[in-house]
């Protein structure tokens, strides 16, 4: 049977430097079930998470985003 992934748009609120929006990323791909994570094209505040629900949940990612990034918010599932 095929696994199926879950798709999460983060949002981090005004991000200062964009090394910081990228640490984030680096760390947020480290997590066990993130498949990918991407920075949207028009929006670079907006990043778009696949992730295997089974082993990771979305709430997980927006509490672990706000440990290094505090205005980071679920925008959509």
Excluded: C, F
Excluded at 14 to 27: F, H, I, Q, T, Y
């Amino acid at each position: 049977m095929k696994k199926r992934n879950a798709n999460v748009l983060l949002h981090l609120a005004s991000p200062a430097v964009g090394n910081e929006v990228r640490d984030v990323l680096r760390e947020l791909a480290m997590l066990a079930g993130v498949e990918r994570i991407a920075p949207s094209a028009k929006v670079p505040r907006l990043l778009m998470i696949d992730y295997d629900p089974e082993t990771i949940a979305a709430t997980t990612l927006v509490s672990h985003a706000r440990r290094r990034w505090a205005a980071a918010q679920l925008v959509g599932m």
